[in-house]
């Protein structure tokens, strides 16, 4: 099991960005996957998640509007659209796996991570 954050960079506050988590050596069909984030001195935090078996997706509060995942079955990635963004989003962003169709609340319950991709916002 392998994933890959990308899409990462330098954003104005108000802009978007895309990230994208390409995982490998397993179907998305069967994996949920949930974008995570760490800001600078912060404990890492769940951003968004979404199931395998049948693309439920479960937000954090203060993402819901503003984030959007997304999978693309044809290329086994999985997208995270982010708008609006603010200072505060600043982070560290990593994909992760639970190894199952479902997802999970606590950041332990995944066992299988990417390298995290950095995401800066600042004017």
């Known amino acids: 099991v392998q994933l890959q954050a990308s899409g990462g960079g330098l954003v104005q506050p108000g802009g978007s960005l895309r990230l994208s988590c390409a995982a490998s050596?397993?179907?998305?069909?069967?994996?949920?996957i949930g974008w995570f984030r760490q800001a600078p001195g912060k404990e890492r935090e769940g951003v968004v998640c979404?199931?395998?078996?049948?693309?439920?997706?479960y937000y954090t509060d203060s993402m819901r509007g503003r984030f959007t995942i997304s999978k693309n079955k044809g290329d086994n990635t999985v997208s995270l659209q982010m708008n609006k963004l603010e200072p505060e989003d600043t982070a560290v962003y990593y994909c992760a796996t639970t190894g199952d169709g479902w997802c999970e609340l606590g950041i332990s319950d995944y066992p299988y991570w990417g390298r995290g991709t950095l995401v800066t916002v600042s004017s």
């Open positions: 050596g397993f179907s998305l069909d069967h994996g949920a």
């Open positions: 979404i199931s395998g078996y049948d693309r439920t997706t």
